[in-house]
Nanobody, 124 residues
């Protein structure tokens, strides 16, 4: 199985980025996907997650209303649309897969597979 995260970059405050996570090898069942981030000197934190079908989603309070996680038609790609970015959003963003796929969890320990991370830098 493999998770490939991409889409990071440098953006000014107030700008937008869209991250993608491609999950492969999870046949025959699509996993739930979560996005986490880790800034230098800080602990890894939950950002957003959704179930295998995309019908249930959850967000951290710090990004709710600015970020949107989505999965089209149970596809293997999950997107994280990030709008109105702030300097405090600067971090390495990781996507992770959870085989208990009917629920969303903010607990990183419940995710069995992790991607390699993509850097997001918000700076003027």
């Amino acid at each position: 199985v493999q998770l490939q995260a991409s889409g990071g970059g440098v953006v000014q405050p107030g700008g937008s980025l869209r991250l993608s996570c491609v999950a492969s090898g999870f046949t025959p069942y699509d996993p739930a996907i979560g996005w986490f981030r880790q800034a230098p000197g800080k602990e890894r934190e939950f950002v957003a997650g959704l179930t295998w079908s995309g019908e249930k989603t959850d967000y951290s309070d710090s990004v709710r209303g600015r970020f949107t996680i989505s999965r089209y038609n149970r596809a293997s790609t999950v997107w994280l649309q990030m709008n109105n970015l702030k300097p405090e959003d600067t971090a390495v963003y990781y996507c992770a897969a959870r085989m208990r796929r009917h629920s969303v969890s903010s607990n990183a320990d419940t995710y069995e597979y992790w991607g390699q991370g993509t850097q997001v830098t918000v700076s003027s």
